[in-house]
């Protein structure tokens, strides 16, 4: 690890503070507020030594939260801080903090397809879809509003208490999507917790690459070396999966969270 031990020491308090909060906006703008105490400088330390400790539990937890602290608008993380943070990233050699701050498009762009028709959806009024995303059993049904993936049906169809696992890894894996369904899936709280669906997520050509950066830390190293080799990815979202396989490698002994 490129910081010195009470980096470490630092990265793994935060880690153990941020556990003890509820996942989402709590946890998130606890760790905003930590990372702004210590300082661009340090919390680049900090952010890098949580990100070579992403897999363990506790790591994955705040890494997370930093992520999310960095989406959040209301976070109080001001658009200078950020980019004092970014700067000091950059001189400091910490190419994989520097890349959480990025926001590139789409790697795929994506096409309203000409002929999307349904016709058991057809005559339905998206008031109608929503309703029926949220609470209907029929799993047939689920999938067609699925496949459409209009965006405001598909967050109704998240928050669907029967909706499983495996089903919500099909959607973050479906291609074509628009990015805005992606987007709402990575910001259900239920299932951005999932490493299947964040994986999903993050190797999916169409998902904004913003996010794709900020999940990247949250994968195992196994996963995140697969990404690296994956030519239908941005090419920043392989590199930054290769910069952190490569910095988990490399962890010394004794430094580990």
């Given at each position: 690890?490129?910081?010195?031990?009470?980096?470490?020491?630092?990265?793994?308090?935060?880690?153990r503070?941020?556990?003890?909060?509820?996942?989402?906006?709590?946890?998130?703008?606890?760790?905003?507020?930590?990372?702004?105490?210590?300082?661009?400088?340090?919390a680049?330390?900090?952010?890098?030594?949580?990100?070579?400790?992403?897999?363990?539990d506790?790591?994955?937890?705040?890494?997370?939260?930093v992520?999310?602290?960095?989406?959040?608008?209301?976070?109080?993380?001001?658009?200078?801080?950020?980019?004092?943070?970014?700067?000091?990233?950059?001189e400091?050699?910490?190419p994989?903090?520097?890349?959480?701050?990025?926001?590139?498009?789409?790697?795929?762009?994506?096409?309203?397809?000409?002929?999307?028709?349904?016709?058991?959806?057809?005559?339905?009024?998206?008031?109608?879809?929503?309703?029926?995303?949220?609470?209907?059993?029929?799993?047939?049904?689920?999938?067609?509003?699925?496949?459409?993936?209009?965006?405001?049906?598909?967050?109704?169809?998240l928050?669907?208490?029967?909706?499983?696992?495996?089903?919500a890894?099909?959607?973050?894996?479906?291609?074509?999507?628009r990015?805005?369904?992606?987007r709402?899936?990575?910001?259900?709280?239920?299932?951005?917790?999932?490493?299947?669906?964040?994986?999903?997520?993050?190797?999916?050509?169409?998902?904004?690459?913003?996010?794709?950066?900020?999940?990247?830390?949250?994968?195992?190293?196994?996963?995140?070396?697969?990404?690296?080799?994956?030519?239908?990815?941005?090419?920043?979202?392989?590199?930054?999966?290769?910069?952190?396989?490569?910095?988990?490698?490399?962890?010394r002994?004794?430094?580990?969270?």
């Open positions: 690890m490129r910081a010195i031990p009470d980096i470490g020491a630092d990265a793994i308090a935060l880690a503070r941020l556990a003890a909060l509820e996942e989402g906006t709590v946890r998130a703008r606890a760790a905003a507020r930590a990372l702004e105490a210590l300082g661009p400088d340090r680049a330390l900090v952010i890098a030594s949580l990100v070579e400790r992403g897999g363990t506790g790591a994955t937890a705040a890494v997370a939260a992520g999310q602290a960095f989406l959040d608008p209301g976070s109080g993380l001001s658009y200078q801080w950020r980019s004092e943070l970014y700067v000091s990233a950059r400091i050699g910490l994989e903090v520097a890349a959480l701050l990025l926001s590139p498009p789409p790697h795929r762009a994506w096409e309203e397809p000409r002929d999307k028709a349904d016709p058991r959806l057809a005559h339905l009024s998206l008031g109608q879809k929503k309703t029926l995303a949220r609470v209907r059993r029929d799993p047939d049904l689920l999938a067609r509003l699925a496949a459409e993936g209009e965006p405001a049906v598909v967050r109704e169809l928050r669907n208490p029967l909706l499983t696992e495996p089903f890894v099909r959607i973050a894996s479906r291609r074509p999507i990015p805005e369904t992606l709402c899936i990575f910001e259900e709280r239920r299932w951005r917790t999932r490493t299947s669906v964040r994986l999903a997520l993050a190797r999916n050509p169409y998902v904004d690459t913003g996010i794709a950066l900020l999940i990247l830390p949250t994968l195992p190293a196994r996963e995140l070396a697969d990404i690296a080799e994956d030519g239908a990815l941005h090419a920043e979202v392989r590199a930054q999966a290769g910069r952190i396989a490569e910095g988990r490698g490399a962890r002994p004794g430094v580990a969270g």
